[in-house]
Structure formats: structure tokens, C-alpha cells
């Protein structure tokens, strides 16, 4: 397809035409050794074992832009027993493999490159530890956020970290995901205590020791922040311990507009300076706030708006909305009317959630690419507004949404795939901002990882010396290179 070209991609299996980074090619795909798909049925069963074209083109994606790159089988493994055999016989006979969750990621990160066995975890799905006291709870891959706090209702206790999807847990961690809360609540790493994790040639590794939930540890070097983010190229994740997090009392959400991008992040970085314990801040532009309002159904203005959650104690809360409201409107804003019902909350908060939806629906038939920088809160400012120039000069749709509360926003850019010249500025635009990211002190990606789509921004993010340990780190671990090969380094 045309932006295929464009991007220096080869010819690629798949539905669409999508954005990635132009970077060589992968080894040819090696065909599976003679009996290798009845070893695998031999160990979870001919009916957990599928080598059918639509489950392999199923499995070959998420929810980017990237090529599909379906694997050669697809196994459903029910125990971590299983996942270990099942390892052990891929590094013997040299076979890549490709850890899956629920394939809602944005960067590739399930794509199989070089083909292989994907491990898909869903139906290990057990929350086998809940310990209310030390607010915890051990959870297998494939046990989603949604799931885990259905679980959790009545207990008083939920794990916060809300990156939109339904994501997996264990695919969270994977992925070093955020979302919405993590300006309160922080990302997934500071909420993992501690993995089991199969290693390519079928070891268990407990990064914090077997059973091991201590809320601090100084114990060695820190494994579990090493496999949260590695994105499936280090072992499969196939439990994860959890920091749970009291509920709060009370809970209020409002919707302000300003009469500029510059007045809504400004107001935010006022926010934090103020120490006002915010729960949630995001950000939408006049282009997102229109297309949410007409998608969901919700009057909402087309202005740059800010969507505020507030949690405290009943008597506490009031305090905490009069503060917010004061700076809000010393920066502009307006329409601030507080929403405290659940019903009122789940409505607006789903409207935020849905804007990868409703950004969509501004040009039926197009693709969607999300952009996903994150800088330091006091350059927040002048790099939305540069970003939002450079949106405009160059003339993409691209809406933008963000959690602004800790610097992390997205451009997403609705495009034409089979227009060249459309798909060059997409590409220019996603490495520009990428770089102006980096050149105020920031990371190219906030939440969404790596991938296949950023390992170029990467290199100049960490530097060589920073790259190479990487990769010495992937090659003591996997020196086969079988673990989710072509992602990230």
C-alpha cells in the first residue's frame, strides 16, 4: 500500500495499511521442524493448538498501525507447568515466540515477526491470592483490570490503573501501561510487587523471591521493574502481584473549558503546583472536545477542555472543589458543574474513554495512529501549543487527548493510508514530535512502549552506551533471540 512505501515498509500480511518506522528487515521466517505442532499438542491438548489462518491472522496484530505479521501456531496454555514445556520446547528447536493478552496494545508488540508459536495466556485466569490486609493480590495473565475490580467490589479496596482497554494485568505490566489515574495513583510499575515469569528456555523466575509481597524491598537488583515494560522480549509474565489501593470516600468530576490550548495546560501545571490532590486531569483540544460531544451524545463544547476527578473525604472534597474551581477560572475557564453519582461520573469518564472512537469517526473509512510522547511538567506548555502549531501547518486531522497531569498526551492522526502524500506528513509529523519530545528532556513514549514504531526514537533517547546495555540485558536472558524477536531493540 501506498504508505507502506512511503515508510520503507516490505509487503506485509494483513488487513491494512499502517504507520510504523522504516528499519530492516526481518531474518526470513524459518519453517516449523518436522513434528514440532504435535509436540505442542502433546503437552495442552490437539484442542488448545490452532494453525487456522483466521486465528493466525487474529493473533498477528493489535490494535496499531503496524503490518499483520501472523505466528506459524497459536497455543492456549492453561498452567504456568504448561507455559514451561511448551518454552522449552521453542528454545530447543530454535522457534520464535509471542506472548498475547488481549491484543489491545498500540505499538505492534504482539506482531510476529518472524513467525513462531504465539502464547496466548487468557485462559490462565485465576486471581489466586487476595490479602485485604496488605492490600494485595496475585492475579494470572489473563485476568483483566475490569475483571480484578468486579472481583474486588464490596472489599472497600480497587487497583486504579485504568489505561482505557480491558486490558490484561500481566499485559499492563508487559507494556509499563498508565492511563488516566496514574497522576494520583502512578503507572504500573510502582504497582507491581513482584512476577513469575517463565524465561525463553522454560525457568521460573520470581523477580522478588517466591511469595515475596513486601510493599519496599532493597534487596538486590530490582527484576520486577526489569520485566515491567520489556514488552513480552525478556519471558512470559504468568502471575503478577499487585498493590491494591483503598477506594475513596468521595468522588466528584467536572468539565472546564478555556478559550485556549495554552489556558487549559497552564491551569493544569497550576494544579499540581498548588499540591491539589488530584485524581485525574485530562486534556482534550477543541477538535477532540467536538468530535467526543457529537460521538457520545454528551453537550459538550468545542473548546480546549479539561475533565477533573477528585477524591477525598466527604467533608474534605468540598475544600478540594472550591480550590480547583478558583484556578480554573483564574486561567479562563468556565462550565465547571460537578458530577458526584456514579452514573453522571461513568458517563463522562466513558466519553473519554471512547475518543480513539469518536477521533475516528471524524473521517469514516480512514486509520488511526496515536502518537504518545510524555515531557516534564513545566515544559508541558509551550510543547502542546508547539505540537498543536505543527498539527495545523501541516495539515493532519489529529485531535489531542492526553493525561496532562503527568506530561504524557496523544496526537491522534486520522489519516488516508493510500494517500502518499498524506501518509509522508503523518510519518514527518510522529518524528518530530518524538523529537521535540526528547529535546525538553522527555521520553517518546509515555505508556504505549516500544514496539516496532519507536525503536529508532530509543536509540536517541537512551544513546548508545544506554542501547547497548539493553541489549546485553536481552542477550543474558534470551541469547537466542526467541522472546518477541524485532521489538524494541
Known amino acids: 500500500m501506498a504508505l507502506r512505501r512511503v515508510l520503507g515498509l516490505g509487503a506485509a500480511l494483513g488487513r491494512r495499511g499502517r504507520c510504523s518506522e522504516a528499519g530492516p528487515s526481518p531474518p526470513p521466517q524459518r519453517p516449523l521442524p518436522p513434528g514440532f505442532a504435535e509436540a505442542l499438542r502433546a503437552v495442552v491438548g490437539g484442542t488448545n493448538v490452532s494453525t487456522a489462518a483466521a486465528v493466525r491472522e ?34 530447543r528447536s530454535r522457534v520464535p515466540m509471542v506472548p498475547f493478552g488481549t491484543g489491545t496494545g ?93 524465561l525463553p528456555d522454560g525457568r521460573l523466575l520470581h523477580t522478588a523471591g517466591p511469595g515475596r509481597q513486601a510493599r519496599k524491598r532493597a534487596a538486590g537488583y530490582d527484576l520486577t521493574s526489569l520485566f515491567v515494560g520489556s514488552e513480552g522480549t525478556l519471558g512470559f509474565l504468568t502471575q503478577a502481584t499487585l498493590r ?17 490550548v495554552r489556558a487549559a495546560v497552564d491551569c493544569t501545571v497550576q494544579v499540581l503546583q498548588a499540591a491539589v490532590p488530584v485524581a485525574r486531569i485530562e486534556f482534550l483540544d477543541e477538535v477532540m472536545a467536538g468530535a467526543c460531544s457529537h460521538f457520545s451524545g454528551l453537550e459538550l463544547a468545542a473548546a480546549a477542555t479539561l475533565l477533573l476527578e477528585l477524591h477525598g473525604s466527604r467533608h474534605g472534597l468540598a475544600e478540594l472543589q472550591r480550590q480547583m474551581e478558583e484556578m480554573v477560572q483564574l486561567n479562563g475557564g468556565s462550565g465547571l458543574a460537578w458530577a458526584e453519582e456514579p452514573e453522571e461520573r461513568s458517563r463522562l469518564w466513558a466519553m473519554r474513554h471512547n475518543a480513539w472512537y469518536a477521533a475516528l469517526a471524524l473521517r469514516p473509512g480512514c486509520q488511526g495512529y496515536s502518537t504518545d510522547v510524555c515531557v516534564p511538567i513545566s515544559r508541558l506548555p509551550e510543547v502542546v501549543v508547539e505540537t498543536k502549531r505543527d498539527l495545523q501547518d501541516s495539515g493532519l486531522t489529529g485531535p489531542m487527548v492526553g493525561h496532562v497531569g503527568d506530561g504524557n498526551f496523544h496526537c491522534i492522526l486520522i489519516f488516508d493510508p493510500q494517500d502518499v502524500a498524506e501518509s509522508q506528513r503523518v510519518h514527518a509529523f510522529t518524528q518530530r514530535l ?28 537512551l544513546g548508545e552506551e544506554g542501547l547497548d546495555t539493553l541489549r546485553r540485558i536481552k542477550t543474558a536472558l534470551d541469547p537466542h533471540n526467541l522472546m518477541n524477536p524485532g521489538k524494541v531493540l
Open 58 to 91: 487474529q493473533h498477528g496484530h493489535d490494535e496499531s498501525m503496524h503490518p499483520v505479521a501472523p505466528p506459524d501456531i497459536v497455543v492456549w496454555p492453561q498452567t504456568v507447568e504448561q507455559v514451561q514445556e511448551l518454552a522449552a520446547l521453542c528454545y
Open 106 to 198: 498500540l505499538e505492534g508488540g504482539v506482531n510476529a515477526m518472524q513467525g513462531g508459536v504465539c502464547f496466548n495466556l487468557s485462559h490462565m485466569d485465576a486471581i489466586t491470592e487476595l490479602s485485604l490486609e496488605d492490600f494485595s493480590v496475585v492475579v494470572e495473565p489473563g485476568v483483566t483490570r475490569k475483571a480484578l475490580n468486579s472481583h474486588l467490589r464490596g472489599t472497600g479496596l480497587w487497583f486504579p490503573v485504568d489505561p482505557g482497554a480491558d486490558a490484561s494485568l500481566c499485559g499492563m505490566a508487559a507494556t509499563g501501561a498508565s492511563g488516566t489515574n496514574a497522576v494520583r495513583y502512578g503507572t504500573m510499575r510502582p504497582n507491581v510487587l513482584n512476577l513469575r515469569v517463565v
Open 244 to 260: 491494591l489501593h483503598p477506594l475513596p470516600e468521595a468522588t466528584a468530576v467536572t468539565i472546564a473549558t478555556f478559550p485556549s
Open 434 to 461: 518524538g523529537r521535540r519530545a526528547l529535546a525538553v528532556g522527555g521520553t517518546c513514549t509515555g505508556e504505549h512502549g516500544v514496539g516496532l514504531g519507536k525503536r529508532a526514537l530509543l536509540l536517541e533517547e
